[in-house]
């Protein structure tokens, strides 16, 4: 795989210093780091997620190049996220709603 040209000078001119627990190791990290996390977007490799969640945070750390890619693909997280609560929620909703009426079905009318 060919890396686009800014993505190699910024591999080239290695890493950000940090004090954080995302280590930074030298040029082949950074790029092995790379080659992962293109594999696991695209999804041509299975990942551990929250390992992919460590290198995609490293690299939005160490490697600015690819920052539009990393938070791209995490909002894409975060949409399928959403999509997963917001059915959730809709078909607690329309049970709720079903057990009531059963409810209200099975004591009879109400006395008016």
Do not use: H, W
Not at 15 to 35: F, N, W, Y
Not at 47 to 69: G, I, Q, Y
């Amino acid at each position: 795989m060919q890396l686009p040209a800014d993505i190699q000078s910024v591999v080239a001119a290695g890493t950000m210093a940090s004090t954080s627990v995302i280590k930074g190791g030298g040029q082949q990290d950074l790029l092995g780091e790379l080659r992962t996390f293109v594999a696991g977007a695209t999804r041509t490799v299975k990942t551990n997620p929250v390992e992919f969640a460590r290198t995609a945070l490293s690299l939005l750390k160490t490697l600015p190049a690819a920052r539009d890619a990393v938070l791209e693909y995490f909002c894409s997280v975060f949409d399928i996220a959403v999509d997963k609560y917001i059915t959730e929620v809709k078909v607690r909703s329309t049970l709720c709603r079903a057990m009531v009426n059963q409810v209200g079905l099975l004591a009879g009318p109400r006395p008016g």
